[in-house]
């Protein structure tokens, strides 16, 4: 089955690759900027729509999902880090404590939308200046939304997680699945 994807996160394209789809990515170009008094949860949410609308139309009977994904901590977005003092700032702020990770979506059939938003708890492990920084200098925290990858080196400092683990990802595909599946597309369980 093809997909249309409005958003050129590879980690997204890799997910619903994983299911079987042939993922044709067509990223939206937007600002992303929360509203004055936006919760993070509206914010994502709106982003998620705000991606579907602005991408290119798919053909005719291809299903289009756009998404985006915040790192919440008391009460602040922390999105991609701009540089690697950000980046150590960012790991300081959520080392040895919970955030909350939102994903917003918004997935399209036909004319037909259906769009919400998930949340999950993440807790990330202490970790000493020294250890922050190797992991700074590995690259990967440069392009994630609160400098670090579940799914990768990441890994190794998230001690638990409540709620969905794809969502920590950048797509939360239980949600995905029920939004397919009320638009008459069906996929295994995820």
């Given at each position: 089955?093809r997909?249309?994807?409005?958003?050129?996160?590879p980690?997204?394209?890799e997910?619903?690759?994983?299911?079987g789809?042939?993922?044709?990515?067509?990223?939206?170009?937007?600002?992303?900027t929360?509203?004055p008094g936006?919760?993070?949860?509206a914010?994502v949410?709106?982003?998620?729509?705000?991606?579907?609308?602005?991408?290119?139309a798919?053909?005719a009977?291809?299903?289009?999902?756009?998404?985006?994904t915040?790192?919440?901590v008391?009460g602040?977005?922390?999105?991609?880090p701009?540089n690697?003092?950000?980046?150590a700032?960012?790991?300081?702020?959520?080392?040895?404590?919970w955030?909350?990770?939102?994903?917003?979506l918004?997935?399209?059939?036909?004319?037909?939308?259906?769009?919400?938003?998930?949340?999950s708890r993440?807790k990330?492990?202490?970790m000493?200046n020294?250890?922050?920084?190797?992991?700074?200098?590995?690259?990967?925290?440069?392009d994630?939304a609160?400098?670090y990858?579940?799914q990768?080196?990441?890994?190794?400092?998230?001690?638990?997680?409540?709620?969905s683990c794809?969502n920590v990802?950048g797509l939360p595909?239980?949600?995905?699945?029920?939004f397919?599946t009320?638009?008459?597309?069906?996929?295994?369980?995820?």
């Open positions: 089955m997909i249309w994807l409005a958003s050129a996160s980690r997204r394209r997910l619903l690759e994983r299911l789809m042939e993922v044709l990515v067509r990223p939206a170009d937007l600002e992303e929360p509203l936006e919760a993070p949860a914010f949410h709106r982003i998620a729509l705000d991606k579907l609308a602005a991408a290119p798919p053909p009977g291809v299903p289009a999902v756009a998404a985006d915040i790192v919440v008391d602040d977005i922390l999105g991609k701009v690697e003092d950000q980046a700032e960012m790991l300081g702020r959520i080392q040895g404590r955030h909350t990770v939102f994903s917003g918004a997935v399209a059939l036909d004319g037909r939308v259906h769009s919400g938003m998930e949340a993440v990330i492990a202490s000493e020294g250890l922050i920084r190797w992991y700074i200098a590995t690259g990967e925290p440069m994630k609160g400098a990858a579940l990768g080196i990441g890994g190794l400092f998230v001690e638990r997680v409540e709620g794809s990802v595909l239980p949600l995905l699945r029920a397919f009320e638009l008459g597309i069906f996929l295994p369980s995820c």
